[in-house]
């Protein structure tokens, strides 16, 4: 952190009808000059644990706001707050200072939650997420259905979108299980006026059954990995070349 060697890289968020993009998640990545790539699923546990999570994600929000600036005004940030984030009263301040510090439109960031995140303190999570949605930032829930939640929390926190989990993608395909879970969290979502992104989307047969039942948007390696800034540019040069050519044609 102290390097800044942490860099943002971007995986798609795309329109499942359309196959448009339209934003992009930002994830955390680090390369270390003597270990090389490290996992965060190693380092950010340990940044968690040495309370060092805080300028980390500051300094990974404020490169990825950088270089989401430089992309067309229409496409979001998607951006991942931590459990330990949720019960910092400070988050939000800190939030707000990144982005009026790289001149990002507060409207065109979304803040993505988990519903573990919320189980720690509830209260300082909702005064967090009040404050976020004052500004025009959109806060959704990550990986629902996996969590520990209730129903409820769904009513609490009026969340602007919620994220299905990449467990019940993975196996809507061959589980009836899975497939009714989906179609239910798709109605709810629609009775409560929420966005829904369906995660983990790797085969073409999942895409089409997640249209079928009314899923708006879509993330997974079918759509695009996580890539760094120059290549994220050049995977939206290529996007909207192909939009401009459809449009033509």
């Known amino acids: ?21 339209i934003g992009f998640e930002a994830l955390v990545r680090w390369t270390d000059r003597d270990l090389g790539p490290v996992s965060p699923a190693v380092f950010i546990p340990i940044a968690e644990e040495r309370g060092i999570i805080s300028p980390l994600s500051q300094l990974l929000l404020r490169k990825a706001t950088q270089t989401a600036r430089n992309w067309p005004d229409e496409l979001f940030l998607s951006f991942n707050l931590s459990p330990s984030q949720l019960v910092d009263q400070n988050t939000a301040q ?15 960031l979304e803040i993505e939650i988990t519903e573990t995140g919320l189980m720690s303190d509830p ?23 996996t ?34 879970i989906i179609r239910a969290i798709l109605a709810m979502c629609q ?9 983990g ?22 759509f695009g990995k996580p890539a760094d800034s120059e290549a994220t540019m050049g995977y939206l040069r290529e996007a909207y070349r192909i939009m401009a050519a459809a449009r033509r044609a």
């Open 1 to 21: 952190v102290a390097t800044e060697e942490v860099e943002p890289h971007f995986q798609p968020i795309v329109d499942l009808a359309t196959r448009q993009v």
């Open 94 to 108: 800190h939030i707000l200072a990144t982005l009026h510090r790289t001149g990002f439109d507060p409207r065109r």
């Open 123 to 145: 209260a300082s999570a909702e005064k967090i997420v009040n404050e976020l949605r004052a500004v025009g930032i959109r806060v959704s829930l990550d990986d629902f259905g």
């Open 147 to 180: 969590g520990q939640s209730s129903l409820g929390r769904l009513r609490e926190f009026q969340f602007d979108k919620l994220k299905i989990d990449r467990a019940f993608v993975s196996s809507i395909l061959a589980d009836k299980p899975s497939e009714h």
């Open 191 to 199: 009775g409560l006026g929420m966005d829904v992104v369906a995660e």
């Open 201 to 222: 989307i790797e085969e073409e047969a999942q895409a089409k059954r997640l249209v079928q039942f009314g899923c708006g948007g879509g993330q997974g390696y079918l």
